[in-house]
C-alpha cells in the first residue's frame, strides 16, 4: 500500500438472462487508507431476480428486499428492459452509490511496524 498499490479490473458475469459487467479502480489514499471506483450495468436484473424467486421460494424475501434496494439504480435498457447502472465509489472511509453515501467501511489498521517494515508495501 504504502508503495502505491493499485490496480485495474474488468469482470463480465452472464448467467441466464443476467448479462452484468463491471469495471473499476483501486488503491490506497496518502493515508494507507482504501479507495476506488467501479461503474457497474446489469441487464435482466429484473428476470434473474424473478428465476431466483420462483426456483427457490425460500429466497423470495430477501430477493425482494433487494430488489427493493436497487429500485433508485434501474433504468430502461437499450432493449427496453430494465438495467442496473451504478457507479459505486469508495474514500475516506464513505462508500457512495450515484454520487449518494450508501454506507462507511472501518478504517483499516495497520499492524504496528507494517507501514514502514515493507510488510505493507511488498518490499523486504
Do not use: E
Request: aromatic share 6%; no cysteine; proline share 6%.
Amino acid at each position: 500500500a504504502k508503495a502505491g498499490g493499485h490496480g485495474r479490473y474488468r469482470l463480465h458475469l452472464a448467467v441466464g438472462p443476467l448479462d452484468a459487467k463491471a469495471q473499476g479502480t483501486f488503491g490506497f489514499d496518502s493515508a494507507l487508507q482504501p479507495q476506488a471506483k467501479a461503474d457497474l450495468t446489469a441487464d435482466g436484473i429484473s428476470a434473474f431476480l424473478g428465476d431466483l424467486g420462483n426456483d427457490y421460494p425460500a429466497l423470495l424475501d430477501p430477493v425482494s428486499h433487494l430488489t427493493a434496494q436497487l429500485s433508485p439504480y434501474l433504468v430502461k435498457g437499450p432493449k427496453g428492459g430494465q438495467r442496473l447502472s451504478v457507479k459505486l465509489a469508495l474514500k475516506g472511509g464513505t462508500v457512495s452509490a450515484n454520487g449518494q453515501s450508501v454506507g462507511t467501511v472501518p478504517k483499516l489498521v495497520w499492524p504496528q511496524g507494517a507501514q514502514g517494515s515493507g510488510a505493507a508495501t511488498g518490499q523486504q
